[in-house]
């Protein structure tokens, strides 16, 4: 880690703090991210591995975030870990406590940096000194490039399980939108807390994982998708739930109670309950700016059924992309 200068802390993530730091040979920026992969005695787990090499090979894409490296951190000996501490320097502040004294060895992922996120630059636009809609050709551009990444993802059979603003990374310069925070050590379920005791923001949650089906599959993200697309519109969540209940109703409440014949199963699924029933709501109000073309690709990617929901490489060629140049991609 001493080929790293440790700059500020960027952000939260679920399962950890990242940091953006400089290359000191290169002088590249980049994003360190500690990661929950912990090594035991046998050294790396196989699951840690595995998980990596699936990032190695997914950043490959233009469209996630790049992995330059994974740094492996030997916080064994009391000695070496001092050391490292010391090599850190009075600026990086903290995060080698843990080390000194026999603290378990790390592996740290070493990211290409961007300078902003979707949500920062979705807020940039709602609140500051210059609040305006992000223009209609940038939602365009950046859905258009979410999806890229996402049908990559599925593609190798990778689900997210948790897009949200905060995990797609944006070069404002260059208009480029890239997925980060892939599923590392998420197998089965994302947390509902993290590590700081942060609620887990459940805004884009799938009412399938919201009402505790035990099966589901690359329609959660497309389900997300949609409730990024429609917030880059709005400029604001379209179901900001503050818990699980209250996330179900304002899905219910815009696109109506659903019922057995629009997803057959869903009174069966864990977590059902009789709820009020609403009516569906005409979706174009809650997206004003949006035309027919947008209202229709948002309206498959909010489907009930998780089966009928529009993959990612379907909106890929949805109507709505076909005034954007595509040879840029
Ligand atoms: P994550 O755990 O990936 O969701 O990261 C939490 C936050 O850290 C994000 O919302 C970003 O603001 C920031 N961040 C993560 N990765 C990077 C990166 N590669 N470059 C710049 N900022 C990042």
Redesign the pocket.
């Known amino acids: 880690m001493e080929k790293y200068e440790k700059l500020e802390k960027?952000?939260?993530?679920?399962?950890g703090k990242?940091y953006?730091a400089k290359d000191k040979a290169t002088g590249q920026l980049v994003?360190l991210?500690k990661t929950r992969l912990e090594m035991d005695e046998e050294g790396v787990p196989p699951t840690a591995l595995r998980e990596v090499s699936l990032l190695q090979l997914l950043s490959q894409s233009l469209y996630v975030?790049r992995l330059l490296s994974v740094e492996h951190v030997d916080g064994g000996s009391k000695r070496k870990a001092a050391a490292a501490a010391a090599a850190e320097g009075a600026g990086a502040g903290e995060g080698h406590g843990g080390a000194v004294g026999g603290g378990k060895p790390m592996l740290y992922l070493v990211?290409?940096?961007?300078?902003t996120?979707l949500?920062?630059f979705i807020d940039s636009h709602r609140k500051g000194p210059n609040p305006r809609p992000v223009p209609a050709a940038t939602v365009q551009n950046f859905l258009y490039q979410l999806l890229k990444g996402v049908a990559h993802c599925h593609s190798h059979g990778v689900l997210h399980r948790d897009l949200k603003p905060?995990?797609l990374?944006v070069d404002k310069e260059k208009g480029i939108l890239k997925i980060?925070?892939l599923g590392l050590g998420r197998a089965f379920t994302v947390p509902l807390k993290s590590y700081t005791h942060e609620v887990v923001t459940l805004w884009y949650r799938a009412p399938e994982v919201l009402l505790g089906s035990a099966h589901y599959s690359i329609g959660v993200d497309m389900w997300s998708v949609g409730c990024i697309f429609a917030e880059m519109v709005r400029r604001q969540a379209l179901f900001p739930g503050d818990s699980e209940f209250q996330q179900l109703l304002h899905i219910f409440r815009l696109l109506g109670t659903p019922t057995e014949k629009q997803w057959p199963g869903v009174t069966t699924l864990r977590d059902w309950h009789v709820y009020p029933q609403w009516e569906p709501q005409n979706l174009a109000r809650a997206v004003p700016s949006l035309g027919p073309d947008g209202v229709d690709l948002l309206s498959k990617m909010l489907k009930y059924d998780p089966a009928e929901r529009i993959s990612a490489k379907a909106a890929l060629d949805h109507p709505f992309f076909d005034s954007l140049d595509k040879s840029q991609f």
């Open positions: 960027v952000g939260e993530g679920t399962y990242v953006k994003a991210k975030v990211f290409e940096y961007l300078d996120d949500k920062k905060q995990n990374l980060a925070d």
